[in-house]
């Protein structure tokens, strides 16, 4: 059972215009979520997080929103750059991370145009 | 720098034969994990560790093992490797728990059994 869902594997925007990454969790003792950036032949590297006592965490063009009764994160970019095109990755963790284990999605293609 | 080294980064073996994948981090982090990340399917975590000498399975630890008998170094054996673990393996670390457990990766270990 997938815990954590990013239901659309791939995303197309337009330069300038705004990406929205979406993604969803089925269990409710996650407190800490985390978004991830990822290039062809490099490892994953963090982007942005926030902890579920919050709504809103927001870093320079990258904003996460949680929705904690719906169970729905969101990764908002604004403005949207070419260098943006890569693959994220939502993670959420329990016990505020504490024991160091995370559950990823499966991931978003993100591909920014010109 | 900080920084996760994995070792080798890629690597070609046939079906059996007792392999290594060495992974080293330099930020003094207590924890440390191993994921694969397969197409479709996302980073799924194999073991983690929390401390020396402290291990425990992820959500697919079948067919390996791993040790931590130093704080920076968290090895992964494949002790008789099979054509299912093919695979882009990573390495990550992390301080620890709360804001705090932002993983770091290392480049990843593409690996081919035949």
């Known amino acids: 059972d997938q815990q954590v869902k990013q239901n659309s594997p791939s995303l197309s925007v337009q330069e300038g215009r705004i990406s929205i990454l979406n993604c969803d969790y089925t269990n409710s003792m996650f407190d800490y979520f985390l978004w991830y950036k990822k290039y062809p032949a490099e490892g994953p590297t963090f982007l942005i997080s926030i902890s579920s006592i919050k709504d809103k965490n927001e870093d320079g063009r990258f904003t996460v929103f949680l929705n904690k009764s719906a169970k729905h994160l969101s990764l908002h970019i604004v403005p949207s750059q070419p260098g943006d095109s890569a693959v994220y990755f939502c993670a959420a963790s329990r016990y505020g991370g504490s024991q160091g284990n995370l559950i990823f999605g499966k991931g978003t293609k993100l591909s920014v145009k010109p | 720098e900080a920084q996760v080294t994995q070792n080798p980064r890629y690597l070609i073996t046939v079906t059996g034969k007792k392999l290594t994948v060495t992974c080293s981090q330099n930020?003094?982090?207590?924890?440390m994990s191993w994921y694969r990340q397969d197409p479709g399917l996302g980073l799924r975590q194999i073991y983690y560790?929390?401390?020396?000498?402290?291990?425990d399975k992820g959500d697919v630890p079948e067919g390996y093992k791993v040790s931590r008998k130093e704080k920076r170094n968290f090895p992964l054996i494949l002790e008789s490797p099979s054509p299912n673990q093919t695979s882009l393996y990573f390495c990550?670390?992390?301080?620890?728990?709360?804001?705090?457990?932002?993983?770091?990766f290392g480049a990843g270990t593409r690996l081919s059994v035949l």
């Open positions: 930020m003094n982090h207590e924890y």
């Open positions: 990550a670390s992390s301080y620890g728990g709360g804001s705090k457990n932002i993983q770091y």
């Open positions: 560790s929390m401390n020396v000498e402290v291990t």
